[in-house]
Structures are given as structure tokens and as C-alpha cells.
């Protein structure tokens, strides 16, 4: 079946630039994950929706970041006033969101350049 | 302020051989730890996990560690395979809400 798919594969924005980076869970799966993994680092949580709420957004760096599931499936990741320091491969993840263990199946992430 | 660590960036191990990744965390209230495998361009796979009641847990190849009064996980692989090399994330929950990962190990299985 599909897996998570993440559009764009890459994005290049200036300084100052508004972007969204969208998440296609898999189907069926109410828990989504956002990620950020800089050059050289592990992935960093972000925020983590059950459904379509926003269960834990502690992960958010500044209220410049800010995301959205609308309808419990697909999820924007939406960055205002980017910086050049928001450079980073952004990851989704979801799962089943049926137990405390669920395992988190990737996407590829969005690799998003600030100039 | 970093709650989990890999401290060795690279492993290289000779095919057939014991792979040994090590990881280590500071937050005694963290009670599930896994391990994810990353090939470049794609997004980690989940590989094995433990909870914190548990010491020991194999899959195959992969056996997982936890020694909890140490704060310290290890992820064994035997044999090795050229296949395994890959980078190697140990990663740690308090609330399954929140994960935090470490910096990574690239492990490299050479033939």
C-alpha cells in the first residue's frame, strides 16, 4: 500500500518568504507526527496531531510555525517569515493511533532551503 | 540541551561480524526507547523498540538492550550485512506523545 508522501521533495524560498510543506499519511492512520532534522542531527519532534487536534505542539520553535490536519488525513506544515536558520529536512510520520506503541512509518521529508 | 545521545558519529564492522551501537539518555522518565534504520534520501524505518520493563529484546538479527541505571540502550547486530549500513537513530519517549531522538550513527558494513 502507500506509504507517507511528503509535496514538495524540495523547496527553495528567500529570507522572509512564506511556505507550507504538505503530509499524506497513510490511510487510516489519526496519529501525524511533523519532524525537522537539521545537517548532522536526529530528527526533532515538532508537533503531533491525534485526529484533527493538536495533541502536543510543545516542539514548535516560535509562532512561526505553525500546522494543520482540517480533516484528520492530510496535514500542512505552514512556516512564515522563514529565516535562514529554518534550512532543514522537515519529516512527517504517521500511525495507526491505536495504541501507546504504534510504530511511525516515515515519509522522505520535504528538504527546504532558506537563501 | 540534548536528553538523548549517540556519541560515536561512524562504525565500520566487517561483514559477518557484531555491529554495536550505543546510545544514551538523561531523562529517567523516559519508559519507551526504539531504534530506526536511515538510507539517504529516504525517511528513518522503524527497526525494534523496548520498554522500560523490559532489558532485552530480539528480532532476528537485532537485539535491543536497556540498562536503565546506566541511562544506556545498545543495539546489537549479528551477523552483519552489507545491507545494514545505514545510519542508525536510537530514539526515547516519556509519554508516547513526544519522541526525541539522537544524533545518529552511520554504520558501515564492509564485504
Known amino acids: 500500500g502507500a506509504g507517507v508522501s511528503q509535496t514538495p521533495s524540495n523547496k527553495v524560498t528567500e529570507k522572509g518568504k512564506y511556505v507550507e510543506l504538505r503530509c499524506d499519511p497513510i490511510?487510516?492512520?489519526?496519529?501525524l507526527y511533523w519532524y525537522r532534522q537539521s545537517l548532522g542531527q536526529g530528527p526533532e519532534f515538532l508537533i503531533y496531531?491525534?485526529?484533527?487536534?493538536?495533541?502536543?505542539d510543545s516542539g514548535l520553535p516560535n509562532d512561526r510555525f505553525f500546522a494543520v490536519r482540517p480533516e484528520g488525513s492530510v496535514s500542512t506544515l505552514k512556516i512564515q517569515r522563514t529565516e535562514r536558520g529554518d534550512s532543514a529536512v522537515y519529516l512527517c510520520a504517521s500511525s495507526p493511533g491505536t495504541g501507546f506503541t504504534d510504530t511511525q512509518y516515515f515519509g522522505p521529508g520535504t528538504r527546504l532551503t532558506v537563501l | 540541551d540534548q536528553q538523548v545521545k549517540q556519541n560515536s558519529p561512524s562504525l565500520s564492522v566487517q561483514e559477518g561480524r557484531i555491529s554495536i551501537l550505543n546510545c544514551d539518555y538523561t531523562n529517567s522518565m523516559f519508559d519507551y526507547f526504539l531504534w530506526y534504520k536511515k538510507y539517504p534520501a529516504e525517511g528513518p524505518t522503524f527497526l525494534i523498540s523496548?520498554?522500560?520493563?523490559?532489558d532485552k529484546n530480539e528480532d532476528g538479527r537485532f537485539t535491543v538492550f536497556l540498562n536503565k541505571s546506566a541511562k544506556h540502550l545498545s543495539l546489537h547486530i549479528v551477523p552483519s550485512q552489507p545491507g545494514d549500513s545505514a545510519v542508525y537513530f536510537c530514539?526515547?519517549?516519556?509519554?508516547?506523545?513526544?519522541?526525541?531522538f539522537g544524533s545518529g550513527t552511520k554504520l558501515n558494513v564492509k564485504p
Open positions: 490511510s487510516g492512520h489519526t496519529a
Open positions: 530514539a526515547a519517549s516519556a509519554n508516547f506523545n513526544k519522541f526525541y
Open positions: 496531531f491525534q485526529g484533527t487536534g493538536a495533541a502536543d
Open positions: 523496548i520498554s522500560s520493563i523490559k
